[in-house]
């Protein structure tokens, strides 16, 4: 079928357009947020294809993951809305911007994004995160830690960039992602090609999560595909995503920190949890079933509308 999608979260899309559909993805002189068009650091299919909005025709179904794009939409194509994000602001009492609504279905990332947010009469699915494989393994010989997030200067605490410094003390901090640029006592990647980065936090010892506030990071399913041992803040879904035995999640930032100690310190150990994160990782979230998931619904979506 043909798919209109707004390219909007490229982790995400990379996985979702390796199905069997054809893709057709805005794009505008500008490359801007409207129209960006396909992936200059992601690896897409072919079966991706950037056209400007008013020339594509013959949608059968369109993904939305913003509300403005609700209104860009033709009428009559049937529409499911992908929540990617944790609920903002009065967090128990969030009501999602398309509560109560029957023409549309929203589809979580995440069972936590689901618990959140009130969405109201609208009706709800649950399609966890599959990724496609990374090809880097983990080797763990440096000595540093590895932290992979996006804009962290000006999203601040809610990534955890204030807790940064603490690991420091332990060892180098190596930080990976766009808008990098900016952070004290760290070494920064400034948005590195996926598979240039993937090699490169592939080296460091452990991955860390830091994220207090976030759906869940596809860059921390990606480090425990790699075979990474992982240390998460127990928030959100990483305390769903990250069983004991593949890495050390905690509420206290500094049992985090000497458990960074305990890997520098133990190889062995390192390996030990990262080698379970791997198979925990591809079992979960692996890119069969995560495509599996999306083209029921995209068939169920499809059928009712006809």
Known sequence: MN????????????SFVQGKHRYLVPVNDARDEWGRGRARTFDWPDSVEEMPLDHIRDID????????ELDLIPPHVPVIYVEHNTPKGDVPHSRHPLADRDDVIIAHVTDFNDLFWDCGATRTTVIEHGIVEPKARWTGELERLAIVTNEPVRRGRVTGTDLFPRFTRVAPVDVFGMGVTGLDGVTVHDDPPQHVMHAEVAKRRAYLHLCRWTSLGLSLIEAMQMGMPVLALATTEAVAAVPPDAGVLATRADTLVEAAQWLMDEPDEAARLGARARQVALTRYGLDRFLADWDRLLEEQTCASR
């Open 3 to 14: 798919i209109l999608l707004w390219h909007v979260h490229g982790s995400w899309t990379t």
């Open 61 to 68: 179904v369109a993904i939305a993951q913003r509300p403005d």
